[in-house]
């Protein structure tokens, strides 16, 4: 099983349990699963290769959960980078 396949694979069985909740909104796993997908569709039609890496740089959010998903969706590596150790 692939990173991407925990939360794709949660989608299909339970679509509407939550998958995350974030200071200002909850989402649920096809939410989440969508974002995830449309996220990598965006990543492979800007060129990304298959186990190029890609620096994340953002803050603990749903957006930085999407983006580290959709990366290994994508064929991509993931490279977390805290803003706060700047």
Same mark, same amino acid.
């Given at each position: 099983? &692939?990173?991407?396949? %925990?939360p794709?694979? *949660?989608a299909?069985? &339970?679509?509407?349990?939550?998958?995350?909740?974030? #200071?200002?909104?909850? /989402?649920?796993?096809?939410d989440?699963? =969508? @974002? %995830?997908?449309? !996220?990598? =569709? @965006? +990543?492979?039609? =800007? @060129?990304? #290769?298959?186990?190029?890496?890609i $620096? %994340?740089?953002l803050? #603990?959010?749903?957006? *930085? !959960?999407?983006?580290?998903?959709?990366?290994?969706? =994508? $064929? $991509? !590596?993931? !490279?977390? /980078?805290?803003? +706060?150790? #700047?």
């Open positions: 099983m &692939l990173f991407h396949h %925990i794709l694979d *949660t299909a069985n &339970l679509p509407n349990n939550t998958a995350l909740i974030d #200071k200002t909104r909850e /989402i649920n796993y096809a989440l699963a =969508a @974002g %995830i997908e449309r !996220v990598a =569709a @965006g +990543l492979i039609d =800007a @060129g990304l #290769k298959r186990q190029e890496r $620096g %994340i740089y803050p #603990k959010s749903l957006p *930085t !959960v999407i983006s580290f998903f959709a990366t290994s969706l =994508a $064929g $991509g !590596v993931f !490279v977390p /980078i805290n803003p +706060l150790l #700047k």
